[in-house]
């Protein structure tokens, strides 16, 4: 039985069945054509079929589910061959941590990838689990400094991106429990949550983050340009 027809509510679209069909397929596709060297066919499905239950949302399978759970099964299972040694790590690689993962989190990690020029990897998660997009203040104080984060949803917290991460920096208490390896580095930043804040708020936070990411980059990989 297919993850569509487990999951899908007692009236459906059959053509939007079918669409989401296809995409399922075509991802679960490119999975095993980029990972079948690294990781055995049955564990590729196992990571997507998990990414997928753990993306879509309650009584209902949204169509930006395919798409996104491939890329979370590919962060997963990338992280899990670097944890394994079957892949060498190039740089270091930081995971931002949050509660919700739509705010602060997101804007930790793309600053420090928009500013990093590939010397880190940079990925965020929530703890809370649920999926949602990024907050509209959010993604508009973002774009004022160029960056891009219209359609960007939240990632749950997987166990193989945090055993693969070198730093993990979590956003203070309301981040909630995170057991991070002994041997992983842990930064928390005590910062506002942009959430519901108004506009010049939301530029503040931006900013102070910034200042932060700049610092820990300097640390990781300095740029000797």
């Known amino acids: 039985m297919s993850l569509l027809r487990q999951h899908r509510p007692a009236v459906a679209d059959e053509p939007a069945e079918k669409q989401l069909e296809l995409k399922l397929k075509t991802c679960r596709e490119s999975l095993h054509a980029d990972f079948e060297d690294v990781h055995p066919t049955d564990r590729i499905d196992a990571l997507f079929d998990d990414s997928v239950s753990r993306l879509r949302g309650e009584g209902r399978f949204d169509d ?3 798409a ?4 979370l099964a590919r962060d997963r299972l990338k992280a899990s061959a670097q944890s394994e040694g079957f892949v060498a790590k190039t740089v270091p690689e930081v995971l931002f941590v949050a509660l ?5 989190g ?5 600053i420090m990838e928009s500013i990093a020029g590939g010397r880190v990897s940079v990925h965020s998660a929530g703890t809370h689990g649920e999926v949602a997009p990024v907050d509209p203040a959010v993604s508009a104080a973002m774009s004022e400094i160029g960056i891009d984060l219209a ?6 917290l997987t166990p193989e991106v945090l055993r ?3 730093v993990v920096v979590t956003m203070g208490r309301s981040t909630g429990i995170v057991e991070i390896p002994p041997e992983t580095r842990h930064v928390d930043w005590r910062i506002g949550d942009p959430g519901g804040a108004p506009p010049d708020e939301v530029r503040h936070i931006r900013d102070e983050i910034r200042g932060r990411v700049e610092r820990l980059l300097a640390e990781l990989a300095p740029d000797d340009r």
């Open 68 to 71: 996104l759970a491939e890329k």
């Open 100 to 104: 919700y993962d739509t705010g602060r």
């Open 106 to 110: 997101q804007m930790g990690a793309a």
């Open 164 to 166: 693969a991460a070198d």
């Open 151 to 156: 359609g960007v949803y939240s990632k749950p």
């Open 64 to 66: 930006y589910v395919p």
